[in-house]
């Protein structure tokens, strides 16, 4: 189960509202969506929950790109919509490195069938490739709103987003949409 919502701020405060991601595919798209909530280009924060095992929170600000805080990624990785959020960029990887095996590169002597020559190489690849069990993006994304980056980085999963919506003054607007 995942919950979703936006919060957009306005003159009046804060205004919620749920949103369905099943029809959002990329970053882009998750970030149109939060602009088409502030006409008025102020900030939009979308706030993802998945299961109280992660939560992410993607910031845009006008026409901004989209600022991203992920507080597992080795979980939200295991996420349709955490892998959204989990840019290259966002993990330090290399724009398209993910694509798979290189053809040309791949040595065809006949170990393919049984064990490779090269395990040990593609054990420490793998490695290098793995998601943290910890956060990654933008700690700092809430810090002019009243979250410091000590405080977003200690928050557990479970009630994080109740956590944030209190101390931007908007857990009321946001438990209308819960």
């Known amino acids: 189960m995942y919950f979703a919502a936006l919060l957009a701020r306005t003159e009046d ?12 595919e990329t970053l882009s798209d998750l970030a149109d969506l939060a602009r088409e909530a502030s006409p008025d280009e102020d900030t939009v924060l979308v706030l ?25 990624a080795a979980a939200a990785q295991r996420s349709a919509y955490g892998e959204l959020l989990l840019t290259d960029e966002l993990l330090g990887r290399e724009p398209g490195a993910d694509d798979g095996p290189d053809l040309d590169s791949l040595d065809l002597d ?21 998601v943290p069990h910890s956060p990654v993006g933008d700690s700092q994304i809430l810090d002019d709103l009243g979250i410091s980056e000590k405080e977003l980085r200690s928050l ?15 857990s009321e607007v946001l438990e209308t949409v819960r």
């Not at 993802?48 to 597992?72: N, T």
Request: no cysteine; hydrophobic share 35%; charged share 40%.
């Open 48 to 72: 993802i929950e998945q299961e109280d095992a992660w939560f992410g929170v993607v910031r845009v600000d006008g026409e901004d790109d989209p600022r991203i805080y992920v507080s597992d």
């Open 156 to 170: 557990d999963a479970d009630d994080a987003l109740g956590t944030i919506a209190e101390a931007l003054g908007a």
């Open 110 to 130: 006949g170990t393919e069938d049984g064990e490779s020559e090269s395990d040990e190489d593609d054990a420490e690849g793998a490695a290098a490739d793995a």
């Open 13 to 24: 405060g804060w205004e919620a509202s749920d949103t369905e991601l099943d029809d959002v």
